[in-house]
């Protein structure tokens, strides 16, 4: 009797969670007017409280909010073959809410259109999921706004949150976190999903080093190798990022890179940004 008592509490405030799949869409798709790009999710919610419920709601629950937010940040002009699911949450129970969440979740093919009326437009819809320069990802996400920043979040695979996660850790060890970086920074330390990146790219295999702070990591000779087998556009990545933090480069003096006095350079930082200058890959003109 004693544990039935003791057990009720913990099942009135539990709350309920119930699944309505509510719709599927299929067709085929590619050919001359349209390619396939990938895969996505999108979440689109509303909220209603105690006592008024749906005279007082908030947000929107719409179809159209979800694959809005299964499209942020992707390379794609819409969802096909779409998977719909609603979920209603109550609590603490379905007899007398106090709060209620209703969530319609989307999944479906990415469709990017193609014809001579729908020209491929990759600096309006880049694929920042998918692409490799993490510096790129990270200016993306300090300029979205927080839905948007939430949804590319959400998406970005491991390596990319590994560098946007040492990259405001080192800003707020420094105390350099600009104004538009702490809304972010709250957004991602002490989340499981990126400690959990951070762990598995910095602890594991570390061959599979594309980016510019990746490069850091290792010592001159090793850094060096890794460089000279990167391809030519991670290499273009790779320079783009090193020309940012320098001033000038003289590849015949020693040494050969000058930095703003102001500008914090990392201890091996330098030693690299030499090199790359004495094999004549940043100059400024």
């Known amino acids: ?160 949150k590994n560098f946007v996660y040492t990259y405001l850790i080192e800003q707020e060890n420094k105390k350099l976190l600009a104004e538009n970086e702490k809304d972010l920074f709250s957004a991602v330390v002490g989340r499981p999903a990126y400690l959990d990146s951070y762990n598995k790219i910095t602890y594991t295999d570390k061959n599979n080093c594309h980016s510019y702070n990746c490069l850091l990591d290792y010592k001159n000779k090793e850094r060096k190798k890794k460089f000279m087998h990167l391809t030519k556009k991670e290499k273009a990545d790779v320079i783009n990022t090193a020309k940012k933090r320098i001033r000038a480069c003289f590849p015949e003096k020693t040494p050969s890179v000058v930095v703003d006095i102001e500008k914090d350079v990392y201890d091996n930082e330098k030693e690299f940004l030499e090199f790359l200058c004495k094999k004549g890959h940043l100059s400024l003109k």
């Open 1 to 160: 009797m004693k544990k039935i008592i003791l057990l009720l509490p913990i099942l009135i405030l539990s709350g309920c969670a119930y699944y309505q799949p509510t719709a599927v869409s299929t067709n085929s798709i590619g050919g001359k007017y349209e390619r396939p790009t990938g895969i996505a999710q999108g979440v689109a919610s509303r909220f209603y409280f105690f006592p008024c419920y749906a005279a007082c709601p908030s947000g929107e629950d719409s179809l159209k909010a979800a694959i809005d937010d299964a499209l942020i940040g992707r390379n794609a002009d819409t969802l096909a073959n779409v998977f719909v699911d609603r979920k209603t949450i109550y609590f603490p129970h379905m007899a007398f809410p106090l709060f209620i969440r209703h969530d319609v979740i989307v999944t479906g093919t990415l469709v990017k259109y193609n014809t001579e009326e729908f020209v491929p437009d990759d600096d309006k819809f880049p694929d920042i999921v998918n692409s490799k320069n993490f510096e790129m990802i990270l200016d993306t996400l300090l300029n979205f706004n927080r839905k948007q920043r939430k949804s590319l979040l959400r998406n970005l695979p491991d390596d990319a």
